[in-house]
DNA sequence: CAATAAGTGGAGGGAAACCCTTCGGTTGCT
DNA sequence: AGCAACCGAAGGGTTTCCCTCCACTTATTG
């Protein structure tokens, strides 16, 4: 990704992935506090290879938050690319987004991450409101196809995708996945428009980024 | 609820209830393997008055799941006295169990609890079937109405408050409580049958109450 | 309003989880 | 083959958590 990653030698970059994935899912389950080693266990690495290459715990989630808008970006242009209308694009971009656990909790939700980023110059930002905008260019084209549904904007999907990712506790991976999997065929059907949209209007407005950041910075 | 309560001192009682409200929103946040001090402590009380009360965890967590079961039956009646109609009763319950965190995770997630409260006679399964049954007849009723969408049943509905309910991590209370409120309406709007209910079929099967029970004793 | 039994909070010792570094051995690269 | 890069595991120091003990407070009852 950066220009220091491929200087790594193969095995080296290998394990780095595994440690970002691994961590994208214990994070996606315990939170950003969860225990490195868990993480380190799960990606099949020592504790001190972790370390060695995320010196502390703020810069893996940070590659975590940069990772995750990458594929996220991926998937997007994927999905567009397979399907000529937009509503099918998005219906497998949500899907593939929960399949993949690619819940994009951290670009979101931690603004607060970049503020300090500063020396980088507010990259993550920067990639998180032009994905934001793709994918308001996907939703309003969706709904003037009449296939989306009105008053729905791309914060309720992401929020939503992830809410559906997030596994619950204490119960196994398989009985998650087929609840995720269903869970995630209602939220589908709940942002589909009917063909004479008669549904009444949703009560409550939708959530803007700027609401998002605003709150979380207020939040600490 | 049990006769011993009501031989507990007034001041007692209060304490044991706070305990209790204040471990349903740490167990659905953290999960039950949360600190019980952090529950001691958001409830008011010492450490001690906890231990006192519930002598391990595993009995605290099936009296928080005993307590929730009688709440999301009185609101049941309270949602069905107050709607002649079914949807209307069923939208009415889910967003009070949504905003009272009557998550039932626990009754409904758990069974293993009952497992060896055989010494009691499984109250907690009895109760949970019957909880079920009586959302059944709701959901089925609000389906010949034509106003529930086809293919829904309680189980969809209990784990969809469940997910809903859970706090997303890192990110405060008031955030949590728009995305919530916000996500609780899409639900509900997934939920609901348009006037022509030209809405594809889901895509996968709903889970039955077997299902849950059987992966849970797969898992443990 | 006192006597008493029931109830309470907090300190603290022991155990467990977690963080992070150091180091002897391994492995990709040229 | 040889060197540099890389690795895993052990372990010391710190924090978190569990759970009991005990001196103090408060509801209840006559």
Redesign the interface.
């Given at each position: 990704m950066t220009e220091n990653t491929t200087r790594l030698r193969a095995d080296a970059r290998r394990n780095r992935e595994q440690i970002i994935i691994a961590a994208r899912e214990v994070f996606l389950e315990q939170?950003?506090?969860a225990p490195l080693e868990e993480i380190a266990r799960r990606a099949g690495v020592g504790i001190a290879t972790l370390y060695r290459r995320f010196p502390d715990r703020h810069t893996l989630v940070q590659q975590v938050a940069l990772d995750n808008l990458t594929l996220v970006g991926e998937e997007l242009d994927r999905a567009t690319a397979a399907h000529p209308d937009a509503w099918g694009a998005l219906a497998q971009l949500i899907r593939r987004l929960v399949e993949l656990r690619l819940s994009v909790?951290m670009p979101v939700?931690?603004p607060i991450l970049e503020e300090d980023a500063r020396g980088e110059g507010g990259t993550l930002k920067t990639r998180r409101n032009h994905l934001f905008d793709q994918m308001e260019q996907l939703t309003r084209a969706a709904q003037q196809e009449g296939r989306l549904?009105q008053g729905?904007n791309p914060i309720?999907i992401w929020?939503?995708v992830?809410?559906?990712s997030?596994p619950?506790?204490?119960?196994?991976a398989?009985?998650n996945e087929?609840?995720t999997?269903?869970?995630l065929?209602?939220?589908l059907?709940?942002?589909?428009a009917?063909?004479?949209?008669?549904?009444?209007p949703?009560?409550?407005?939708?959530?803007t980024l700027d609401?998002?950041d605003r709150?979380?910075k207020?939040?600490e």
């Open positions: 939170g950003v506090h909790i939700l931690l549904r729905i309720d929020l939503g992830i809410k559906l997030r619950l506790p204490v119960i196994g398989e009985l087929l609840i999997g269903r869970q065929e209602l939220f059907g709940g942002l589909h009917t063909a004479l949209d008669t549904s009444e949703l009560r409550r407005q939708p959530l609401d998002l709150h979380l207020m939040a």
